[in-house]
């Protein structure tokens, strides 16, 4: 079997089975940020393939060599609904829902780690370099080590990293840490989390921690160097430039405004129907301001995209259920025949159409009570193209510290936000331009394939 000089390890392969058994590349952003990279080199990548059960061989697709990881209907209940997804998710999110701790969850998550580092070790040739994905696969750094000690092994993690107190909670905290101290270099999105890292790794084993990296020491007495940095992930931003840019994506902004009824402003909020986005926060304000007279449905309707997202895990299905009233009541108290406070979707849709709601949008509202870094908000900056608009950007996402000119909110502080809103309702067009194009300047300077280019250098500079 042909083995690759650079693998990545997520926890999904980069493509999605169409009805008729084909493959098609996936949408998501790590996808376009890797594909650069994966084309160069001819690389592997190790994921499941997303549907239980799937048993399939190894397969080329577009260049890149695809390893498919099996995964059974217990598996993904246990190790990705359960372990990933309601133990890590939670906990590391600042336990906005409550984490649920199970030692049959958690068993089949050293299971499954160790299944994709078996594969990884299988797939990677004598001394590649191999890039592990995210809060899934948090043991697979230190087992493939172990496996294959000639790699040089990174790890990026998507979410935040929480201050110890949080941390602390999780009956395997010294597995997770041992896990991940297998890479040479663990990147994260903000300076902080790293910082959380790295007192975690000093509170549990005394190892000392400095800017140029984790000293680990080894059984046979010599140590071994773990770079723990900031790596904020970015977007391909000139792939917004061009489609805000479409003429027929204009236009379809001009429609969605007039379908709107044409308010004065419109206000935007995409995400993934999550607890930590802070949507019922947001409608909170936003209904606040309808029932104080601040705003009327007349001058402003809210959009609010939740995409569907691990519907059979319990807390999703609940979140669903209250937003879902909150939307209902807020529309029944104040939607005229002509007029709706707010047009909820629960639905994906095409980029396409999603940069036309960036075009239709005045304003963009990301709330989020913990986000890793919030890729929305920096999508809809790189697609204002007429340097209009306004961001209102959560302190507690990750952009908000590369994003200092958007608005920023506490979405905790109810008054604070629904004063925010009206900051940004009534902002004059040229502080909108002013701050809109700091805000643009930055993010197409900091571009994804910065992001994925400054990872593997200090990748490669860890290379013996
Ligand atoms: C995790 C971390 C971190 C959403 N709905 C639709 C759609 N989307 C796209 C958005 C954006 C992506 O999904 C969501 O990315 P975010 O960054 O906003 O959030 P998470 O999904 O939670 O991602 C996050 C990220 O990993 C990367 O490291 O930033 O903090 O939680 O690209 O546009 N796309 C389409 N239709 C939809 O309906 N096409």
């Given amino acids: 079997m042909s083995q690759a000089d650079f693998v990545v390890v997520a926890n999904r392969l980069p493509v999605d089975r169409d009805d008729d058994g084909g493959w098609r590349r996936s949408p998501g952003g790590l996808v376009t940020a890797l594909e650069p990279v994966m084309r160069k080199t001819e690389g592997a990548w190790v994921g499941w393939a997303g549907k239980p059960g799937l048993e399939l061989e190894p397969f080329d697709f577009e260049g890149t060599h695809l390893v498919p990881i099996t995964l059974s209907a217990d598996e993904v209940q246990n190790y990705y609904e359960g372990f990933s997804n309601d133990t890590i998710w939670p906990l590391y999110h600042d336990v906005i829902a409550a984490p649920r701790y199970r030692r049959v969850w958690w068993d089949a998550y050293v299971d499954v780690n160790r299944r994709f580092a078996e594969a990884s070790a299988t797939a990677a040739a004598e001394g590649a370099t191999v890039w592990v994905q995210d809060y899934q696969l948090q043991l697979v750094p230190a087992m493939l080590r172990r496996m294959r000690p000639d790699l040089t092994i990174g790890y990026f993690h998507h979410i935040p990293f929480p201050a110890y107190g949080l941390f602390s909670q999780l009956p395997w905290r010294r597995q997770v840490i041992e896990g991940l101290l297998g890479a040479d270099v663990v990147g994260f999105q903000r300076v902080a989390d790293a910082g959380n890292f790295a007192r975690a790794v000093r509170r549990q084993f005394h190892y000392t921690t400095k800017a140029s990296g984790i000293t680990v020491p080894l059984e046979d007495g010599s140590t071994r160097n773990v770079l723990a940095k900031a790596y904020p992930i ?34 935007l909020g995409v995400d993934r129907l999550d607890y930590t986005k802070g949507i019922r926060h947001r409608l909170k304000a936003f209904g606040e301001l309808l029932e104080d007279g601040r705003l009327s449905v007349e001058d402003a309707t809210l959009v609010q995209v939740a995409s569907p997202s691990r519907e059979r895990v319990e807390a999703y299905i609940q979140l669903r259920d209250e937003i879902e009233l909150t939307v209902g009541r807020i529309n029944g108290d104040f939607d005229t025949m ?45 697609s204002r193209i007429d340097n209009r608009g306004v961001l209102l950007l959560s302190e507690f996402a990750g952009a908000a510290d590369e994003l200092g000119s958007a608005i920023r909110i506490n979405p905790h502080d109810i008054d604070g936000m629904k004063d925010a809103i009206m900051r940004a309702v009534e902002m004059p067009g040229t502080e909108q331009g002013r701050r809109m194009r700091t805000l643009r300047r930055r993010v197409l300077d900091h571009d994804v394939s910065d992001w994925s280019k400054s990872f593997l250098e200090a990748l490669a500079a860890a290379k013996r």
Avoid: C, W
């Avoid at 391909?236 to 308010?263: C, T």
């Avoid at 990301?366 to 919030?374: C, Q």
């Fill in 338 to 382: 002509d007029h709706t406070a707010i047009r909820y979707l629960h639905q994906a849709f095409p980029r396409e159409e999603m940069v036309a709601l960036y075009l239709a949008a005045d304003v963009m509202l990301v709330t989020a009570l913990r986000d890793g870094m919030n890729l929305v908000a920096k999508e809809y900056v790189a």
């Fill in 234 to 267: 970015s977007i391909d931003a000139e792939s917004y430039i061009e489609l805000a840019q479409r003429p027929d994506i204009q236009a379809r902004a001009k429609e969605i405004r007039e379908s709107l009824g044409n308010p004065k402003t419109v206000m």
